[in-house]
């Protein structure tokens, strides 16, 4: 004991107990000093500030991005350079900015929609209400906006990852691990590389890397539940609502496997703590949800999509097919089993929720509650989100071995991870020099990318023999030689849309009417009703893909070649299609798009008094006869069709839209008002409190 100046006891300083890490607090302007002991690996001397640490993972994280842009850089290129679907997204960007959001809607119903579903029944409108935006800046087109989309959707992944497994309560190294494998994870039906060169799905791969924040959201905030955190929940999911349909299943599902295991816990308060952010969600989505809830069966030209089973599924998993690696793949599915064989669950929940959600989809045949729609339940569709879950579980992997091969002499630890790149680079057949020159790899699975130039030049050939009034059906299937000719494949996809559209580059259409006309994977032309019926739809012209079933096409009676530019052919069908009740043309680019109201006057137009209205059949259109409402049918084709009496007189079709309509759009815009409002009360008023004076 020691005294001070008056005398009085002064009890001795209190010492930190042996092997704290802060034993002395250190200076305000100096650093600890770390000297490397002897059998200690080399990191074990590295800075123990954490900005340090910070500084190195951001250094680490820009360059897994840098990679993934590089990878996707010849997207920015004119036109669309996108396979499959791009041009139909494009179309909807189009029509949202020039029809849409001048009404204030940013849902509706389109005139013709060239994939059979009414217009954002199966793709949200999110991703076109942003895209369609930010085309009215100055400076902007559509392809340049589509494509920098795109880009962004590929390069934000990775970024997106790391920060939702950091938010979840990960490591630097194994968020990094697995922010780098996402950008191998993809599938052609839908995120990565495959879903964008291949089938131009953009709004996939957008909901693919909005995922990990909806999952990391949902987990954190059943954790720790409070306003705060159910206000990001709802408008995070409310955003991947509105972004993509397959992904907000998963986040569903990843969600519920959250909530489960907190409520084995007997955490039963979460249960309306969810059903209020659930609420927010469909308050916040209600613009687009509901209508869409209400007319789901109204889904146009519409065939059965099949879906692999069980078997193929794990045998694409263990072969690498649904990642751009083999590498990934195998890592992912390590990672599956030192996650759950380690243990803890409350860290690895989220990793937890996404296995079982890749499980959930792998397993059960018919999980969808629109499976009426697609007519299965599109398995397939999931494998860009199974390639995620391997992703991120390869990061469970990394971490472990991080945090138990740190602890080894340097020597030991340098042979530990040695052994396992090895095993790693034999099963995987790592082939780098192949995957680092990914515009090659882009190139060769889509295959006909190099036939852009032609397509070019045919569209140009196109407007010199086509006229106004004719209706051209284009087929670009990129990918064509993948396709199966099937019949349904015809109700799948005919483009009424195709009016001799130009928006800045070629347009594609993913219909497969030209495997029908061709024959491919040698199935013969069994179809005989398909010239028949396109004539129905009004189609006088066919541009397709040259190849060597030319000749069972020139042979195809009602089928003329007019030219052919390299590897395309224009093909006029004799004679020419008739609507019959004609539509004035519907053509892109800053125009009309479609009518909302169509009058006619009539005197016995056809022989049984039969009228085809030849736009896709929708609840909303009423007609009426001399001013007396009259009920209409769906044709085959899915038009509408009424029968008349005899005589003359006038004939109207009008578009309306429903009360409830308007009002869920009312409802819509004003919960994302008041949740703008709550959030910045909240960091006014409860983040930062006014002092007590």
């Known amino acids: 004991m020691t005294h001070d100046d008056q005398g009085l006891t002064v009890p001795p300083p209190e010492v930190a107990p042996s092997g704290d890490y802060n034993e002395t607090p250190a200076p305000a302007d100096t650093q600890p000093i770390t000297v490397q002991q002897p059998g200690q690996p080399f990191w074990a001397v590295w800075p123990a500030s954490s900005g340090a640490r910070q500084g190195l993972a951001l250094l680490l994280l820009l360059a897994i991005v840098g990679f993934a842009a590089h990878a996707v850089r010849h997207v920015l290129a004119p036109g669309f350079v996108m396979g499959w679907d791009s041009i139909g997204h494009a179309v909807k960007i189009a029509y949202l900015r020039d029809y849409l959001l001048p009404q204030g809607r940013w849902d509706g119903w389109f005139a013709n929609w060239h994939a059979g579903f009414q217009l954002f029944q199966f793709y949200p409108p999110g991703f076109y209400v942003a895209a369609a935006l930010i085309t009215l800046l100055p400076g902007t087109s559509l392809s340049v906006v589509f494509n920098v989309m795109a880009v962004a959707s590929y390069v934000l992944l990775p970024a997106s990852l790391y920060v939702s497994l950091r938010w979840i309560g ?15 994870a993809g599938s052609h039906y839908g995120g990565g590389l495959p879903g964008i060169f291949v089938t131009g799905l953009i709004p996939n791969t957008w909901g693919i890397a909005l995922l990990p924040l909806v999952i990391a959201a949902w987990f954190t905030g059943l954790d720790q539940p409070s306003r705060r955190r159910g206000l990001v929940m709802a408008a995070l999911t409310a955003i991947l609502v509105l972004t993509h ?84 793949a195998w890592v992912g599915l390590a990672g599956i089993a030192i996650g759950l064989a380690r243990g803890g669950w409350r860290r690895h929940l989220a990793t937890i929720a996404i296995v079982v959600m890749a499980l959930v989809f792998g397993i059960v045949n018919r999980v969808l509650p629109f499976g009426d729609i697609v007519g299965s339940s599109q398995v397939v569709r999931f494998q860009g989100y199974l390639a995620l879950c391997l992703a991120m579980t390869g990061g469970l992997a990394a971490e472990w071995l991080w945090t138990g091969l740190r602890r080894l002499p340097g020597r030991q630890a340098a042979a530990a991870w040695a052994l396992p790149v090895a095993l790693l680079a034999l099963v995987g057949k790592v082939d780098l020099p192949n995957h680092l020159s990914l515009r090659g790899w882009a190139i060769r699975v889509t295959s006909d990318l190099s036939n852009f130039n032609d397509v070019m030049t045919m569209m140009e050939t196109v407007k010199a023999v086509t006229q106004p009034s004719d209706r051209l059906l284009a087929e670009f299937d990129w990918n064509a030689q993948y396709s199966h000719g099937s019949p349904h494949l015809l109700d799948q996809g005919l483009p009424l849309w195709a009016q001799r559209a130009d928006l800045g580059g070629n347009f594609s259409e993913g219909s497969r009417v030209a495997d029908q006309l061709q024959g491919i994977n040698n199935i013969p032309l069994a179809n ?51 609507i019959v009740y004609a539509q004035k043309p519907l053509t892109m680019g800053g125009i009309r798009l479609a009518q909302d109201s169509v009058v006619t006057e009539l005197d016995n137009p056809t022989p049984d008094n039969r009228v085809v209205l030849a736009y896709n059949a929708y609840p909303n259109w009423f007609a009426t006869w001399n001013g007396t409402p009259l009920d209409w049918t769906e044709t085959p084709e899915r038009f509408m069709q009424v029968v008349l009496p005899a005589g003359k007189g006038t004939l109207a079709w009008h578009f309306r839209w429903y009360p409830l309509e308007r009002a869920c759009d009312v409802v819509t815009w004003a919960a994302w008002a008041a949740w703008l409002f709550l959030v910045v009360w909240w960091k006014r008023h409860v983040a930062n409190p006014t002092p007590a004076v």
């Open 170 to 184: 990960m490591g630097r190294s194994g968020a990094l691990v697995s922010a780098g494998l996402s950008t191998l």
């Open 528 to 578: 005989r009703d398909l010239l028949p019926r396109l004539r129905r739809y009004g189609v006088s012209h066919l541009v397709t893909f040259s190849g060597n079933h030319d000749t069972k096409m020139a042979t195809e009676p009602g089928l003329r070649r007019l030219a052919t530019t390299g590897t395309v052919s224009l093909w006029a069908i004799e004679p020419p299609g008739r």
């Open 245 to 328: 349909t397959f992904s907000t299943y998963v986040a569903a599902v990843a969600a519920a496997t959250l909530l489960i295991f907190h409520l084995i816990q007997r955490r039963w308060l979460l249960i309306p703590y969810a059903a209020t952010v659930t609420a927010g969600i469909i308050t916040l989505s209600a613009a687009w949800l509901v209508p869409t809830l209400m007319k789901y069966s109204w889904h146009g030209l519409i065939g059965a999509w099949s879906a692999p089973n069980l078997l193929e599924v794990s045998q694409g998993i263990l072969s690498g097919d649904m990642v751009t690696s083999h590498v990934a």
